[in-house]
């Protein structure tokens, strides 16, 4: 008998479209990320790879398709059986369940590594504070920085800034992470405890999607990769076989730079 999964998706993306102005950036894109799944994005510059984890955040709309996230349209609700615009309150809720790093860790520079961690929780979400910082405390022995609780952004390597900063995105307890090239500001020799550390995570069963030019990275914690070009997936599937075996000329070009 085959084993029939009920699992149903956490992200599903079905024809999205999205345009700024006439320049069309994503041109139909379906994917479904499962609870637990690491995907990673790989990707020419200019494909439309952070445009597309935005759309998931609703940090940009999109003209055509939809995504949901956690069972909800983003940016949308049902109300007596339609699809209702959502109110920006609506949309920081469905925020609330999707931590995001960038390649710019951004964070607050006047403020400790712990004031920063429990900014969101307490200061946005008005969670109670002692709870946010036990919570901050955990986050910080998971990326490894539970002595730099008290210290000031300028005075950590940007390696450390960026744990701090994917600290920072978990401290909302998100149901999904999305990482848009997180070590590519980063000195090379940064670059593994970054990586090490969105290792441990990927074990721990975060649903998580990133966009990263780390094939290394793609090909040991990845449990599908995607690779996208012109605005459209153009082949996903294991690491092992998008990576080690490409079928598309499109992928086949992109990887071999990087052989
Ligand atoms: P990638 O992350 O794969 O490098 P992007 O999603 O950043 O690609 O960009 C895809 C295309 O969309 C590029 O041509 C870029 O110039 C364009 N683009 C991205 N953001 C904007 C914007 N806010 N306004 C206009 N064009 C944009
Ligand atoms: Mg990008």
Redesign the pocket.
Known sequence: MTAVSNTKPLVQARNVHKS?DH?E?LKGIDLDIMPGEVVVVL?P???????FLRCINHLESIQKGYIEVDGEQIGYRVRKDRLERLSPNGIARQRRKIGMVFQQFNLYPHMTVLQNIIEAPVGVHGENRKAAIENAKQLLQRVGLSEKADAYPRQLSGGQQQRVAIARALAIKPKLMLFDEPTSALDPELVGEVLSTMRDLAKQGLTMVVVTHEIGFAREAADRVVFMDGGVVVEQGKPEDVIGNPQHPRTQAFLSRFL
């Open positions: 700024f320049l950036v990707g510059s200019g494909s439309g790879k952070s445009t």
